[in-house]
């Protein structure tokens, strides 16, 4: 079964960045549009940045210019740079691929932007 494993997330002050990596198993992700997801307390998960294998990239509006999805194909790693963090970036990061071909998901990982 494919499994995600999300890391890089932790506290930061506004203004600051994080960069985000998800690795998977079982699967080859450099063969799939991968996707970055949040969640926060009491809000429908949202898509947040999407890769294509050929690296085409979208961004939702409310992160459009501030953060950055990348993969490394010899890693087979997604990334996601985040800068000029702001609170309302306060959320779970998960990955995945898009629906409806996505697999269970991971456990995330926690970005916290507070002063």
């Known amino acids: 079964q494919v499994q995600f494993v999300e890391s890089g997330g932790g506290l930061v002050q506004p203004g600051g960045s994080l960069r985000l990596s998800c690795a998977a198993s079982?699967?080859?992700?450099?063969?799939?549009?991968c996707n970055w997801y949040r969640q926060s307390p009491g809000k429908q998960r949202e898509l947040v940045a999407s890769i294509e294998s050929s690296s085409y990239r979208k961004y939702a509006d409310s992160v459009k210019g501030r953060f950055s999805i990348s993969r490394d194909n010899a890693e087979d790693t997604v990334y996601l740079q985040m800068n000029s963090l702001k609170p309302e970036d306060t959320a779970v990061y998960y990955c995945?691929?898009?629906?409806?071909?996505?697999?269970?998901w991971g456990q995330g990982t926690q970005v916290t932007v507070s002063s």
């Open positions: 079982r699967i080859v992700l450099r063969f799939y549009t």
């Open positions: 995945n691929l898009p629906p409806p071909n996505q697999h269970p």
